[in-house]
């Protein structure tokens, strides 16, 4: 298994500002991945985050809204900027091991 | 377009009895096939997984069944208990891709009553 450390837990933000979501690992990893879980929807797959290089994007999502850094194997950060409401929702990271993905308990995103 | 669905947004069962969760996908890309499940304030944790060349898979309580020609896969729960009530998500992985990349349905809501 994959122990994965996000912070915060949850949090309440003022529109037009940015949130800082990190993702910690317990053993060094390829790839990190980022979702989004909205309010009553799936999980939905926000980019993928390699080690030294620039994340590749969903469609639908842009570098520009969702920065993400991997500034090593077991560390990533995404930043959800210049919020709104319709940016409420639950962001997860998550790593693969083998044939399984593993889920951090995720950020739980308000935004007033 | 939702690739992957689950088309019960929830399911009630008694305890002891058999849970039966269902999930359709609607492209051949995907190969891999994992089941998660999630408790409020968790993230999602892994319970089962099938590969594309097999039709069942057996983890203790839990079995998954693919039918590929009707791109259909369903998640048993034999017996349910109530520690089982959870939001459960089926997802999808493409070939050849990522485990990690995956591709998610909806949700199913399972209660397992006393």
């Known amino acids: 298994s994959a122990v994965i450390s996000q912070k915060p837990s949850r949090d309440i933000c003022q529109r037009g500002t940015s949130l800082t979501i990190q993702c910690q690992v317990d053993?060094?990893?390829?790839?990190m991945f980022w979702y989004r879980q909205q309010p009553g929807q799936s999980l939905t797959l926000i980019a993928t985050?390699?080690?030294?290089?620039?994340?590749?994007?969903e469609s639908g999502f842009v570098i520009d809204k969702f920065p993400i850094s991997r500034p090593n194997l077991t560390f990533s950060t995404l930043t959800v900027s210049n919020m709104s409401p319709e940016d409420s929702s639950i962001y997860l990271c998550?790593?693969?091991?083998?044939?399984?993905?593993?889920f951090g308990q995720g950020t739980r995103l308000t935004v007033v | 377009d939702q690739q992957v669905k689950q088309n019960s947004p929830s399911l009630s069962v008694q305890e002891g009895r058999i849970s039966i969760l269902n999930c359709d996908y609607t492209?051949?890309?995907?190969?891999?096939f994992l089941w998660y499940k999630k408790y409020p304030a968790e993230g999602p944790t892994f319970l089962i997984s099938?590969?594309?060349?097999?039709d069942k898979n057996e983890d203790g309580r839990f079995t998954v069944f693919l039918n590929k020609s009707a791109k259909h896969l369903s998640l048993h729960i034999v017996p349910s208990q109530p520690g089982d009530s959870a939001v459960y998500f089926c997802?999808?992985?493409?070939?050849?891709?990522?485990?990690?990349?995956?591709?998610f349905g909806q949700g199913t809501i399972l209660t397992v009553h006393p």
């Open positions: 099938i590969s594309s060349i097999k």
């Open positions: 997802a999808a992985s493409p070939h050849p891709g990522s485990y990690g990349k995956l591709t």
């Open positions: 985050a390699n080690q030294g290089s620039e994340a590749t994007y």
């Open positions: 053993s060094q990893v390829t790839m």
């Open positions: 492209t051949s890309m995907f190969d891999y």
């Open positions: 998550s790593v693969e091991r083998n044939t399984e993905a593993f």
